[in-house]
């Protein structure tokens, strides 16, 4: 059984709105189609299918060194990404990745997760 696309990456945080507003307005996904589940959350999607899906807890996990280092999305336009991320005072480093044409965006959300976002043939 071969594996097609990542489907979703779901994250339970204390901080549903903050954590929409920053996948809605920094990495541009958009908030839709959400089962009617008994619990908060929103399920943030880019290009027709849901990437994110949040989950509202009432407080912020704990843990020690988390299980997922990062996710990380494929993108093109990166000089509009960095732009919008410097027009919102969001820190971000740009990596290499050696022995390929792709550039890795490297930012964090509110909750401190760790994303990338791929470009390639960009830099």
Not at 70 to 89: D, I, P, Q, S, Y
Not at 94 to 122: R, S, W, Y
Request: net charge negative; glycine share 12%; aromatic share 12%.
């Amino acid at each position: 059984m071969p594996l097609g696309r990542l489907d979703h990456v779901n994250i339970r945080t204390a901080n549903l709105l903050a954590m929409t507003d920053f996948y809605c307005r920094v990495l541009g996904m958009e908030q839709g189609w959400r089962p009617p589940f008994d619990f908060p959350g929103a399920w943030l999607y880019a290009d027709g299918h849901p990437f994110v899906h949040l989950v509202g807890v009432a407080r912020q996990p704990a843990g020690g060194e988390p299980q997922l280092e990062h996710f990380a999305f494929a993108a093109t336009g990166m000089g509009a990404f960095t732009a919008r991320l410097e027009a919102e005072g969001i820190d971000y480093r740009p990596a290499k990745v050696p022995g390929t044409a792709i550039t890795q965006i490297n930012l964090f959300d509110p909750d401190g997760n760790h994303i990338h976002v791929d470009f390639t043939g960009e830099g």
